[in-house]
């Protein structure tokens, strides 16, 4: 086979196209909150004091979720069924809540989180 018989159509090795949904994007499946989310963020919120949530929203890789902040920094992550029910979910336990789009995550949890890191516990 002489080397522009390379670039001819029809002679050499066929290079198959990839199949169509190989370059679709959005196509991420999230898993949808649960009723053991909801139980864990209830018993989160009991156990400790000083908490406000913060409502994250949808993306491409994850459904709304709720983080829930404790006094000292400590806080849990957990999807929730919408932002509806997270802001309700807070109401309904008496904690502020915030769209965490807006306003951030507080500086406690970034200062928690380095505290583990030095540690070792994170």
Same mark, same amino acid.
């Not at 989310?37 to 908490?51: I, P, S, T």
């Not at 509806?84 to 928690?112: E, K, L, T």
């Given at each position: 086979?002489?080397?522009? %018989?390379?670039?001819? *159509?029809?002679?050499?090795?066929?290079?198959?196209? $990839?199949?169509?949904?190989?370059?679709?994007?959005?196509?991420?499946?999230? *898993?949808?909150?649960?009723?053991?989310?909801?139980?864990?963020?209830?018993?989160?919120?009991?156990?400790?004091?000083?908490?406000?949530?913060?409502?994250? $929203?949808?993306?491409?890789?994850? %459904?709304?979720?709720?983080?829930?902040?404790?006094?000292?920094?400590?806080?849990?992550?957990?999807?929730? $069924?919408?932002?509806?029910?997270?802001? %309700?979910?807070?109401?309904?336990?008496?904690?502020?809540?915030?769209?965490?789009?807006?306003?951030?995550? $507080?500086? *406690?949890?970034?200062?928690?989180?380095? *505290?583990?890191?030095?540690?070792?516990?994170?």
């Amino acid at each position: 086979m002489a080397w522009m %018989d390379r670039f001819r *159509r029809g002679s050499g090795p066929k290079m198959r196209r $990839p199949a169509r949904d190989a370059f679709r994007t959005g196509s991420t499946r999230v *898993r949808a909150s649960d009723s053991v989310d909801q139980e864990h963020l209830h018993a989160w919120v009991a156990e400790r004091r000083g908490v406000e949530g913060f409502v994250e $929203p949808r993306t491409a890789v994850s %459904d709304v979720t709720l983080l829930l902040v404790a006094h000292d920094g400590e806080w849990t992550r957990r999807r929730v $069924p919408s932002v509806g029910w997270a802001h %309700d979910f807070c109401n309904r336990h008496q904690v502020p809540s915030y769209d965490a789009a807006v306003v951030g995550i $507080p500086q *406690r949890m970034r200062d928690y989180n380095r *505290r583990k890191k030095l540690e070792g516990g994170l």
